[in-house]
């Protein structure tokens, strides 16, 4: 079945250009996380969307780092002037609802990752 | 001192060994627990999630958390060579009404050799 698709899968940038890295969330999916996963560290919040509203930026290391969901459903984080801090792995998930309760925690699904090298 | 510590292994055991994964953590707003499973240039899959304490199992895999101590486990019995991975723990509270972030764990890589 049709899981979270993110492109591209691999992207070297050379220090100071600009990319646009693209998630395609589960069809229907109303939730969407942005994460980034330096090497050997585990996977750190970056943004936070419900449908096209981003609730949760907090996680947006500089204003470099800019993400929008302009019709709810695809999503791009686009990186400005990178630097070799950047080089990660970009990780997309995304969630049926909007809402968690006790009994019902709502899986997040992620995708495979792009990973960003900075040269 | 970050909010989840999870020691990075790596972690090796013999096919049919029981292996034994942790984290602590800090923040006392942590509702749900859960562990992630990420193959090597795959995304992370969960294996498991708790709410609160106690105990839950599926299959093979245990997973414990004892909110008192600030303290997760997660136990693997007859381990095989395909659950050679990293194992992530990952938690997070929630608000009425919005989804809510995951803080992970660093990961442990786990090695199951022949």
């Known amino acids: 079945g049709a899981g979270v698709s993110q492109s591209p899968r691999y992207k070297v940038a050379k220090r100071g250009q600009d990319v646009a890295l693209r998630c395609d969330p589960i069809?229907?999916?109303?939730?969407l996380f942005w994460y980034q996963q330096a090497l050997g560290q585990g996977p750190e919040f970056l943004t936070y969307f419900q449908n096209e509203a981003q609730l949760d930026k907090s996680g947006l290391p500089s204003d470099r780092f800019f993400a929008e969901r302009p019709e709810g459903s695809v999503s791009t984080l686009k990186i400005q002037r990178t630097q070799q801090e950047d080089s990660a792995v970009y990780l997309c998930?995304?969630?049926?609802?909007?809402?968690?309760?006790?009994?019902?925690?709502?899986?997040?699904?992620f995708g495979p990752g792009t990973r960003l090298t900075v040269l | 001192q970050k909010e989840v510590e999870q020691d990075p292994g790596p972690l090796s055991v013999p096919e049919g060994a029981i292996v034994s994964l942790n984290c602590t953590y800090s923040n006392s707003a942590f509702q749900y627990f859960m562990w992630y499973r990420q193959y090597s240039r795959k995304g992370p899959e969960l294996l498991m999630y708790t709410y609160s304490s106690g105990n839950k199992e599926d299959g093979r895999f245990t997973a414990q958390v004892d909110k008192s101590s600030k303290y997760i486990s997660l136990f693997i019995r007859d381990s095989q060579p395909s659950d050679s991975a990293t194992y992530l723990c990952a938690m997070t509270d929630f608000y009425t009404g919005t989804a809510s972030k995951l803080t992970f764990g660093t990961g442990t890589r786990l090695q199951v050799t022949l």
């Open positions: 069809s229907g999916h109303v939730s």
């Open positions: 998930a995304s969630i049926p609802t909007g809402l968690a309760g006790p009994s019902s925690y709502n899986e997040q699904f």
